[in-house]
């Protein structure tokens, strides 16, 4: 659902639309919770209670999950209680789903005798919705300072950190040779995905920051140039296997005699340079998606505030 949608659903809910983490949350009747999309039609209800810890809640939740139309998950951890609902063939029909499930979970938590806590303490204190870093958290405010001053202190010792790039340089290799063995297999079965350019984004970038000891703006340059070399030699290698099945030589012959042929000007059939366009366009949307994420979230690290 888009912004406007969005807004509707929070305005008929009676909760409040935040822009920045493009979440509803508030308050009803003595619950804090928020809703969440977590992609592909599937949304997610969260709220943070407690309830007779003598009584075992499992087999409620799965009858409530199974008489709920459009409730697909209930799963309780600690105080956190996580409602997952599937969206309708509509977003007219979404919202009427969530609306119907917020409803069924708010009347199971009373009839169970729920109450409403800090999600860190476990406390019935007076709780909202926070951002800590990249986390949503249902807080009081004491366990939101307390939060906020360990993330504060994390982030310093972070950021005093000395940036090792020569470490980095030799994790993003690493890690760009897995995301490319992944990407080779793929090709292999003659398709290519963005699914292997997440990973090569993945392993990649997280390779540099674990040796490199963090993650900046250069660290992220240097994935993102051994990513693009290594969809280059992944299709390369690719053609090179292709060869040795049709002559029958070895793979490094074949891959040395190939580079050499395009390199001298050779003409190839039309096919590889589609394939490499293909193969550069999924891949490098997963690698995007990656690396947008990686951005965001070195931002999103420092941020502390109440919704």
Not at 14 to 42: C, M, N, R, V
Not at 146 to 161: G, H, P, R, T, V
Not at 185 to 196: D, E, K, P, R, W
Not at 209 to 234: A, D, H, P, T, Y
């Amino acid at each position: 659902m888009d912004k406007l949608e969005w807004q509707d659903l929070a305005s008929q809910l009676g909760l409040e639309y935040d822009e920045d983490t493009k979440i509803i949350f508030g308050q009803k009747d003595g619950y804090t919770l928020f809703i969440e999309d977590a992609g592909e039609k599937i949304y997610r209800i969260c709220f943070s209670v407690k309830g007779d810890e003598a009584l075992s809640i499992a087999e409620d939740l799965k009858e409530l999950k199974k008489s709920t139309k459009g409730m697909t998950n209930a799963q309780l951890t600690r105080y956190k209680l996580v409602i997952t609902v599937k969206g309708g063939m509509t977003k007219g029909r979404t919202k009427e789903t969530i609306a119907e499930c917020l409803e069924a979970i708010i009347t199971f938590l009373k009839e169970h005798g729920f109450i409403n806590v800090c999600e860190h303490t476990g406390e019935a204190e007076p709780t909202a919705v926070y951002q800590v870093g990249t986390n949503l958290l249902i807080l009081s405010a004491d366990s939101f300072q307390q939060l906020s001053s360990n993330l504060a202190i994390e982030n310093q010792s972070y950021d005093l950190q000395n940036e090792n790039v020569i470490g980095g340089i030799v994790g993003a290799f690493v890690g760009c040779l897995i995301g490319g063995a992944v990407t080779l297999g793929i090709a292999q079965l003659g398709y290519v995905s963005f699914v292997s350019g997440l990973v090569m984004g993945v392993c990649t970038i997280k390779g540099y920051e674990l040796l490199g000891k963090k993650l900046s703006k250069l660290g992220i340059g240097i994935s993102i140039f051994f990513m693009l070399v290594m969809i280059l030699f992944v299709h390369q290698l690719d053609w090179a296997i292709l060869v040795t099945k049709e002559v029958g030589t070895d793979v490094f012959t074949a891959f040395s005699y190939f580079t050499n042929y395009l390199l001298s000007g050779g003409e190839v059939h039309y096919t590889y340079w589609l394939n490499l366009g293909l193969l550069y366009l999924f891949t490098g949307i997963g690698a995007y998606s990656m690396v947008h994420n990686a951005l965001g979230n070195h931002t999103l690290k420092y941020v502390t505030r109440k919704l």
